[in-house]
């Protein structure tokens, strides 16, 4: 017999989130819970305002859709909903026992601000040390001289950044020039310097500092190819759709030598963790972009290790079935 339930959720932010030049103060979303016979799985489908194209009722009313033709025993298609495939598509691979429990629980530690917070996070991070670092949204030079600085002051350190396409070419050679270049390799990768992909082509080809594809994964007309100067793709599972589709894209990825990182949609704690055994399972050799839990004020039926923010059970989220 199946069963199955859907519940819609909201959670505080911290007061500071902002997003897409918008303040996000809650998180908000719907898990999905699958039973059939001793069998259960979860999933989270938790669009993200400003980069999924579905609104939060488009996943609901998807996601619903496909409940109930699964209720009734029939194997209905993934909506082409990326957020609600995905979810669904956890939830099934939890049922099945095709998702492995082994997780990767280092996120890379994500500063958007003050760089002496980053410093103590750093201090506790046992063996690779990686960080992320927003840029784009204080002046480039204040950039330049923050990302120097942490570099100089680490040298085991390798930073992952992300303009999210906020500079002009100007405003991109502006931040390159105070990076000292004996330092450049040790960034990573930075995730779309550039309005444009040609200008973040160009800035990669000018500066030797390398670069990764993030948003524009989700373009059209986005092709997994070798270029010059491109180190990384981010795939985020909630804006991407079903585990296949993310499992092909690693794959593509991979084929291409390029890195593939795993990264938040700033889901709650379910969906981190389950990030988490995705990471361990398709990029294991590579730290994923998790960061975000503590953007939140609460988690929600499960826990991330050590995390100590306060637990909400499910018996206290809100069945819509
Ligand atoms: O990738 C990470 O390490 C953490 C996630 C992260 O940086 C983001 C998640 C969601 C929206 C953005 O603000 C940001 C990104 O653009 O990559
Ligand atoms: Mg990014």
Known sequence: MRRAQVYRWQIPMDAGVVLRERRLKTRDGLFVHLQQGEKQGWGEVSPLP???????????????????????????????????????????????????????YRAAPLCSGDPDELFAALA???????????????????????????????????????????????????????????????????????????????????????????????????????????????????LTGSLDKVREQVTAAHALGLTAVISSSIESSLGLTQLARIAAWLTPDTIPGLDTLNLMQAQLVRRWPDNSLPLVDVEVLEPLL
Do not use: H
């Open 50 to 104: 400003g980069f999924s194209l579905e609104t939060l009722d488009d996943a609901q009313a998807a996601l619903l859709t496909w409940v109930n033709a699964w209720r009734d025993g029939a194997s209905p298609a993934l909506p082409d909903v990326p957020s609600a495939a995905f979810g669904i598509s956890c939830a099934l691979a939890e049922l099945n026992g095709t998702l492995p429990e082994a997780a990767d």
């Open 124 to 238: 506790a991070m046992p063996g690779e040390k990686v960080a992320k670092v927003k840029v784009g949204l204080y002046e480039a030079v204040r950039d330049g001289m923050v990302v120097n600085l942490l570099l100089e002051a680490i040298p085991d350190l390798r930073l992952r950044l992300d303009a999210n396409r906020a500079w002009t070419p100007l405003k991109a050679q502006q931040f390159a020039k105070y990076v000292n270049p004996d330092y450049r390799d040790r960034i990573a990768f930075m995730e779309e310097p550039c309005k444009t992909r040609d200008d973040s082509r160009a800035f990669a080809r000018e500066t030797g500092i390398a670069i990764a594809w993030d948003e524009s994964l989700r373009e059209a007309d986005f092709e997994f190819i070798a270029e010059p100067g491109v180190s990384a793709v981010v795939i985020k599972p909630t």
